[in-house]
C-alpha cells in the first residue's frame, strides 16, 4: 500500500533522535510519500532540558536545504512538536509568530510540572486520579488560544505509568474526553492519529480506537496521521492499521497542512 504522507516525525534537532533530517527525507522517498513533515520538539521548561534546544536558525537551513534538493521527489514541510504547559504558554505564543510553520502539533508531555517519562507525575496517585488529572492539563491546553492545529496523541499517558494494567477507559473518563474532543471541534482544530502506541507495545494507536470513534460521532473531520518515527525505519510504521481502521470508522478523508491551513485528502 502506498501511503500519502507522515505528519508527525523527528529529527536530530529533537533531543532525543539521532536521525539526520536528509536521512529521514530519503526514506520518504523510497516509501513513495507525497509530503513528509517534519514536527521536532519544543518542550519549554521539561524536566530534562534536552527538548528547549532546539536551533531553530539551523532548524529552518536544513529544511530549506532538503526541501530544494529533494523538491522533484516529495513536498516537505516544516512543522513543530510543542509541550504545552500553561506557565509557558506566552515563550510558545512568541516562538509562533516567529517562526512560520507549515503545522503545529500540541501535546502533554508533563502535567502540574511533573513529567511522565520519569514516573514523577504517577507517584502516590491511583490510576484513575492520574488519567484524571492528565486530561485536565490537556483540557487546559485545549482552552489557551488554539495555537495547534492537531493534537498529539491524545491519551499519551497509558504509556509511562507503573500501573499493573495501563489500559484506559473511555467510559470512566467519558466527561473529560468529550469536553477535550468539542473543544477540538469547536475550535477548528483536529486531532492525529499517533501509530507510535504499536511500536511502544501498547497494541493500540493514540488515541485508541473508541476515542476516535467517539470524535467521529461527534462531528469530528480534521485527523492527520503521523508514526512520531525517531528514526527512518519507523516512518509510517503501521499505517495500513490506521488507515484501515479510520475507513472502517466511516472517514474518508485525511488532512494536509501548508501555511497551517488544512486540505482534506482522501485516504489512499
Ligand atoms: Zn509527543
Ligand atoms: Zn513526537
Do not use: W
Not at 154 to 179: N, P, Q, T
Not at 186 to 198: A, D, F, H, R, V
Amino acid at each position: 500500500m502506498r501511503y500519502f504522507a507522515d505528519y508527525h516525525t523527528h529529527t536530530d534537532f529533537s533531543g532525543d533522535s539521532q536521525a539526520p533530517m536528509e536521512l529521514m527525507v530519503k526514506r520518504g522517498v523510497e516509501l513513495g510519500l507525497s509530503e513528509l513533515v517534519f514536527t521536532d520538539h519544543v518542550d519549554y521548561d521539561y524536566a530534562d532540558p534536552v527538548f528547549e534546544k532546539i536551533d531553530f536558525q539551523d532548524y529552518i537551513n536544513s529544511f530549506k536545504y532538503c526541501k530544494e534538493k529533494y523538491r522533484k521527489d516529495i513536498k516537505l514541510l516544516m512543522g513543530v512538536e510543542i509541550g504545552y504547559q500553561a506557565h509557558v504558554e506566552s515563550r510558545i505564543e512568541d516562538l509562533l509568530t516567529k517562526v512560520d510553520f507549515d503545522f503545529v502539533i500540541y501535546s502533554t508531555h508533563m502535567a502540574d510540572k511533573l513529567d511522565f517519562y520519569t514516573g514523577a507525575f504517577f507517584n502516590g496517585k491511583e490510576r484513575e486520579l492520574a488519567y484524571n488529572r492528565y486530561f485536565e492539563n490537556v483540557l487546559q491546553s485545549i482552552r489557551a488560544p488554539a495555537n495547534f492545529n492537531v493534537y498529539g496523541h491524545l491519551d499519551f499517558i497509558v504509556r509511562y505509568g507503573h500501573y499493573d494494567s495501563k489500559s484506559l477507559s473511555y467510559l470512566e473518563h467519558a466527561a473529560i474526553i468529550d469536553k477535550i474532543l468539542r473543544d477540538i471541534i469547536y475550535g477548528g482544530c483536529g486531532i492525529e492519529i499517533n501509530t507510535s502506541g504499536y511500536r511502544y507495545g501498547l497494541g493500540q494507536m493514540h488515541p485508541q480506537e473508541d476515542i476516535i470513534r467517539r470524535y467521529y460521532k461527534m462531528g469530528g473531520e480534521i485527523i492527520t496521521v503521523g508514526s512520531d518515527a525517531h528514526h527512518p525505519q519507523e516512518l509510517c510504521s503501521d499505517f495500513n492499521a490506521a488507515y484501515t481502521l479510520l475507513r472502517e470508522i466511516g472517514y474518508k478523508y485525511i488532512n494536509a497542512y501548508e501555511e497551517r491551513k488544512a486540505r482534506f485528502i482522501k485516504i489512499p
